[in-house]
């Protein structure tokens, strides 16, 4: 099994840039995390999906926020406008087993605005 | 208020020596119940997770679950250099909830 893929590990770009971040879960997982790491805040939940349907994005940040799961497989995360203060570790991580399962994480998209 | 709150550290041992990791959290519901730990530049990695009141033990590590007082520990004995690592407290309320982390430094 080759675990949760995130793409791409670094991203750096200038402020007001789309960003797009990429994750392939583990095959068989239904539900799918974004998280994003920073010192000040923590690990902080974005968004899950189970099906590939949104459950819950009450932690998005703002409208410049979304993410999309078109199938099984695939899910991505963009940021449009992109500011400074959206860099950060985004971790994308899934589960077969429902949210208060144990989380298979990728090795996290280090984002760098500037 | 956080919904579980980890003390940052660091925490410093010496090799060999027991290292006590406590985190406490908001909601008396909560179910689930995870110790992660992650590398530094690296994802978390899960140790152990405990569902019920009492002790869980695997290997080194011991999960201590305490509903009553909303408590959760992580015992590791023995440690090793290479338990050197911030130690991630995750509680589920429906949803994973992480707290900040403490750091944990193992010296030979």
């Known amino acids: 099994d080759a675990g949760v893929i995130q793409s791409p590990r670094h991203e750096v770009t200038e402020m007001g840039q789309e960003v797009t971040l990429r994750c392939k879960p583990i095959?068989?997982?239904?539900?799918l995390f974004w998280y994003r790491q920073t010192m000040m805040r923590g690990l902080e939940l974005l968004i899950y999906?189970?099906?590939?349907?949104?459950?819950?994005d009450s932690g998005m940040p703002e409208d410049r926020f979304s993410a999309k799961m078109p199938n099984a497989s695939f899910s991505n995360l963009k940021i449009q406008p992109s500011e400074p203060r959206d860099s950060a570790v985004y971790f994308c991580?899934?589960?077969?087993?429902?949210?208060?399962?144990?989380?298979?994480f990728g090795n996290g998209t280090r984002l760098t605005v500037t | 208020q956080k919904e579980v709150e980890q003390n940052s550290g660091p925490l410093s041992v010496p090799e060999g020596a027991i290292a006590s990791l406590n985190c406490t959290y908001s909601?008396?519901?909560?179910?689930?119940f995870f110790w992660y730990r992650q590398y530094s530049g690296k994802s978390p990695e899960l140790i152990m997770f405990?569902?019920?009141?009492g002790d869980k033990e695997d290997g080194r590590f011991t999960a201590q679950l305490n509903k009553a007082s909303q408590y959760v520990s992580l015992l590791i004995r023995d440690s090793q250099p290479s338990d050197s690592a911030t130690y991630l407290c995750?509680?589920?309320?429906?949803?994973?909830?992480f707290g900040q982390g403490t750091i944990l430094t193992v010296h030979p």
């Open positions: 991580a899934s589960t077969a087993t429902g949210v208060g399962s144990p989380l298979h």
């Open positions: 405990i569902y019920s009141n």
């Open positions: 909601d008396r519901g909560s179910q689930s």
């Open positions: 995750a509680v589920s309320y429906g949803k994973l909830t």
């Open positions: 999906f189970n099906n590939n349907v949104p459950i819950d």
């Open positions: 095959s068989g997982h239904d539900y």
